[in-house]
Nanobody, 117 residues
Framework: DVQLQASGGGLVQPGGSLRLSCAAS????????MSWGRQVPGKMADWIAM????????QYAASVKGRFTISRDNTNSTLYLQMNDLKFGDTAVYFC???WGVGYDKQGQGTLVTVSS
């Protein structure tokens, strides 16, 4: 059974940082490209970052480029998202996906990030 469990969210002030983790299980993690998305209540989910299966290439949405960094540990089947210089507009539920863009096929439970002063 494929499982993707995000964690690490919380309340942070503008300009602060958080590191999200996504523990993957039930599939060969190292053979899939992975991504992070986020969703604000009432709005559609947005893709924000992807990483290839071997970690050699990454892409970011314009809204987070230069502030967020996606990485992975294939030995421990874990995906990460380092978020720096957080802004009010980054408040959302963040979740990890197997695959990316329109090609993802699994999405895990999310973790809430709230940016507030």
């Amino acid at each position: 059974d494929v499982q993707l469990q995000a964690s690490g969210g919380g309340l942070v002030q503008p300009g602060g940082s958080l590191r999200l983790s996504c523990a993957a299980s039930g599939f060969a993690f190292g053979t899939y490209d992975m991504s992070w998305g986020r969703q604000v209540p009432g709005k559609m989910a947005d893709w924000i970052a992807m990483i290839t299966r071997d970690g050699s290439r990454t892409q970011y949405a314009a809204s987070v480029k230069g502030r967020f960094t996606i990485s992975r540990d294939n030995t421990n089947s874990t995906l990460y998202l380092q978020m720096n210089d957080l802004k009010f507009g980054d408040t959302a539920v963040y979740f990890c996906r197997r695959g990316w863009g329109v090609g993802y096929d699994k999405q895990g439970q999310g973790t809430l990030v709230t940016v507030s002063s």
